[in-house]
């Protein structure tokens, strides 16, 4: 029988916010360029001179755009899913606590709130159903924000527990620096939505774009898992750590 060396544990779910964070940076670049090699042409929903991630989704490459948040929303739900099995299962360090495993699931579903608006934003166009857009635009913000936050917490409780986890500190400094930037910019985004549309414009690329870092940071997450058996960072094993 085949034997899978230790270190090999696990290793297959790294591969979801990797692949995850490609599509989604492909799908914007490949949006952007167009717009560009088309000579920035001014869409039907377009108002200013910029074009809005959402102008060019809502033109010829609505399938792409269709396809490309599809795969996000659903990759982007996965990595909290997995991760959340991880620590229940004990390939990573567990919640020793109540309160990280509701902030938990909160983030879950904070994800998939998130996802469910990434898709049908994408499916009702700017162009064609404006109002429907903007308000899956909304949830799909909303969903994002409140996954990061609850995550953020969780991450918190758990590195007090385990303050000899250097890896923990590092994925929560990192996805704290990175949530609190995509919400600062995301507030001035909805003010310069109306107020100043090509700086709106900017921003929700910028935006959009840096959200791939956040999706990264589940690589750093779920790698942790690397060689560990279930079980083994179980939370028994955790409050009885002489426990071989």
């Not at 959402?54 to 795969?71: E, H, Q, R, T």
């Not at 589940?218 to 898992?225: A, G, I, K, N």
């Not at 960072?233 to 071989?244: C, F």
Request: glycine residues 8%; proline residues 2%; contains cysteine.
């Amino acid at each position: 029988m085949f034997h899978v060396p230790e270190r090999y544990y696990h290793w297959s779910y790294v591969w979801i916010p990797i692949i995850t964070g490609f599509v989604w940076y492909g799908t914007l670049w490949a949006m952007l360029i167009t717009w560009l090699a088309q000579g920035r042409p001014r869409y039907v929903s377009q108002d200013g001179r910029i074009a809005y991630i959402s102008d060019v989704g809502a033109d010829i490459l609505k399938p792409l755009f269709i396809a490309g948040c599809s795969v996000t929303a659903v990759g982007f739900f996965l990595c909290l899913v997995v991760e959340r099995y991880l620590r229940h299962s004990g390939r990573l360090l567990p919640h020793m606590r109540r309160r990280e495993k509701i902030f938990s699931t909160l983030a879950v579903l904070g994800a998939f709130m998130g996802g469910c608006g990434l898709i049908l934003l994408s499916i009702f166009d700017t162009k064609r159903y404006t109002s429907a857009h903007r308000a899956f635009l909304l949830v799909f913000m909303i969903g994002v924000a409140l996954s990061a936050i609850f995550t953020i917490i969780e991450y918190h409780w758990i590195k007090k527990d385990f303050t000899f986890a250097r890896e923990l500190r590092i994925a929560y400094w990192a996805k704290g620096i990175i949530a609190g930037t995509l919400i600062i910019l995301s507030i001035a985004f909805a003010i310069t939505l109306y107020e100043a549309t090509d700086a709106g414009a900017v921003l929700e690329w910028l935006i959009a774009m840096l959200f791939t870092s956040y999706i990264w940071t589940y690589y750093y997450d779920l790698r942790l898992s690397k060689g560990v058996r279930k079980g083994e960072l179980s939370e028994y094993k955790m409050r009885q750590p002489n426990i071989a």
